[in-house]
Each structure stands twice: as C-alpha cells, then as structure tokens.
C-alpha cells in the first residue's frame, strides 16, 4: 500500500492555489480521497496519470467531509466511473446524499444574514455555489474505529471543521490523511481554517487526537503533507 499526494495547482482572482487531494495504492486498485472543487475532475485525473497510475483503475472515492472544495467534482468522477464505490462517515452521507440541508449551507446562510452590504454580492455568492453542488449516493458508511481497506485503514472521527469529519490512519504506513482536520503551517500541525469551523473546541480536541498518533507524514489537504523524520512530538 502507498498513499500519493496530489498537488493540484489552480488560479483564482488571478493568484494560484493548491490543494492536495490523496491517492491511496492497493495493488491494481486506487481510492481517492476527496474531489475537489466543482469541475476539477480533469485536474485530478490529469495528475492521477502524471503519477503513473489509470484513472480506471479507481475502485473508490472517500470523502472527508461535506464542503465544496472536497466533493465538488464528485458527480463528476461518477458520471464517468459509475462503478467507484463512495465512502463518507454516517453524519455527512445526508449531506452529500441531499437528504438533509449541509452544515456549511446553514452556516453561510446565517453568515450572510449578517453581513454588510458591501460583503453581500461574494456571501451570496459562495451561498449560490453550495446550493448548486451535485448531491450523490453515498454506497458506504463508516464510523470512528472502523477498519477498511483490507484492514489496512482505520477511521479516525476528527469532528470540529464540520460534525462528521474523519481522517484516515494507516499504522503499516505511519501516515494520516488529515482532510480539514489539520493543516500544514510553517511546518507545524494546526486547526484548518478556524474562522469556518463549525465547532472550533472540537476541532482542537480532534487535532490533538492526530497529533498523538505520532504518525512519521501528514497529507495535509490545504498546504500539502508535513512529514517528522521520527514520528510527531507529543504535545
């Protein structure tokens, strides 16, 4: 088994930007973690096979949580692979599924509610854009402690950024998939994008269970893996 970062470089307002989406290797088969922004879907394959590997070959899709950076272009990828099995945690698969109103669009609606005229036309339209998200079946969920991936993956809950969040522990590997539980900051783990979480004390609690796997790499979503040469220092 391997995990493979995938930088994923893309401009806006005309500064570019990364996110760095995980491709995990097992045997013949891939699964990847997290999609992207709406559209992205080229982007991602395009790296997939700069990495050496065939789109095709992708068994499943395993979704972190629901935000438009990490299942925009999920529709996508399953138009095109309708056989890819998608993988979310039991509290974002209403989300994802369009059974249930997402976090992140209550909050951004709250959020807009409140703000001045002039931030009005960009709240608006980051609202526009989480009610034009394509909503999908989720075929499998998963719970904190569970194992997947022949057993090689185990299901850590990382709650804070959004209620349902998980991360992805591989004890063989040494590694972790953070998602938005953590991101890579100088060099150090911190909270992802505290402004946004929903449950910021949470967030801290579940960025220290990271940290305390004392995991040698971190696949940081946002700003790319950090990796500790003997494992994390325990905080």
Known sequence: MNIIELPIEFE?????????PSLIVSGEELTLVDTGYPLFMPLIENEIRKQGYDPGSLK????THYDDDHIGALSDFLVKFPSVTVIASEVEAPYISGKMKSERLVQAEALLAQMPE??????QEFVQLLEDLKHVPVDRTV??????????????ATPGHTSGH?????????????GDAAVNEQNELAVA???????????EQSLKRLKDLNASVYYCYHEGKLVYENGAQQT
């Open 12 to 20: 806006y307002n005309g500064q570019s930007y990364f996110i760095y």
């Open 118 to 123: 002039e931030e009005q036309a960009s709240g």
């Open 143 to 156: 719970r904190d402690g569970e194992w997947i991936l022949e057993g090689q993956c185990q299901i850590i």
């Open 60 to 63: 499943n899709i395993l979704i």
């Open 193 to 203: 994008n505290p402004q946004y979480c929903l449950d910021l004390r949470s967030a």
């Open 166 to 178: 998980i991360s992805l522990y591989f004890p063989v590997l040494n590694s972790v998939i953070t």
